[in-house]
Antibody
């Protein structure tokens, strides 16, 4: 059974940093592209970043490039999102998702999400 | 970035109705479009991929169509479990984008 469990969310002050993790199980993690997507309270979905199965190809939303960095550790079946210089508008539920064997794949399944709150 | 525009933003319908949601892309995305269902407090779930392919386990009352810039999601014979928010998403461009969502409400 595929399972994605995000962790690392919480409250942080503006300008602070957080590292989110996504622990994967139930599938061969190293075979799949993975992604981060977020959803601000009461708002729609916003794609953040994709990473290829090997980690050699990375795609970021232009609006977040430079502050957010995706990475993965295939030996640990884990996906990460390093977030720096956080702003109030980064407050959201952050989801990890399987993207498929290549970049021409949709997102699914998704994890349950981890909430990030940026506030002073 | 490719802009995705869904209509309507809100849709009121009754159990047993047939409903259609439209998604328009600002440029051609071939058939690289997905539809997701999201219930309150839950993660989105994939319903349709490649515009018209039904994800495993999704009821056959859901169907998708379209190509290029115009796409539709149709739900036949609405069930109580179908009242949720639906999002389209293009994966033609490396900069993925979602529609703003359509909330399907009980009339």
């Amino acid at each position: 059974q595929v399972q994605l469990v995000e962790s690392g969310g919480g409250w942080v002050k503006p300008g602070g940093s957080l590292r989110l993790s996504c622990a994967a199980s139930g599938f061969t993690f190293s075979d799949y592209y993975m992604s981060w997507i977020r959803q601000a309270p009461g708002e729609g979905l916003e794609w953040i970043s994709d990473i290829s199965s090997s980690g050699t190809s990375i795609y970021h939303a232009d609006s977040l490039k430079g502050r957010f960095t995706i990475s993965r550790d295939n030996a640990k079946s884990s996906l990460y999102l390093e977030m720096n210089n956080l702003r109030a508008e980064d407050s959201a539920v952050y989801y990890c998702a399987i993207q498929g064997y290549d970049e021409t794949s949709p997102f699914g399944p998704w994890g349950q999400g981890t909430l990030v709150t940026v506030s002073s | 970035d490719i802009q995705m525009t869904q209509s309507p933003s809100t849709l009121s319908a009754s159990v047993g109705d047939r409903v259609t949601i439209t998604c328009r892309a600002s440029q051609s995305i071939s058939r690289l479009l997905a539809w997701y269902q999201q219930k309150p407090g839950k993660a989105p779930e994939l319903l349709i991929y490649k515009a018209a392919s039904l994800e495993s386990g999704v009821p056959s009352r859901f169907s998708g169509s379209g190509s290029g810039t115009e796409f539709t999601l149709t739900i036949n014979s609405l069930q109580p479990d179908d009242f949720a928010t639906y999002y389209c998403q293009q994966y033609h461009s490396f900069s993925r984008t979602f529609g703003q969502g359509t909330k399907l409400e009980i009339k």
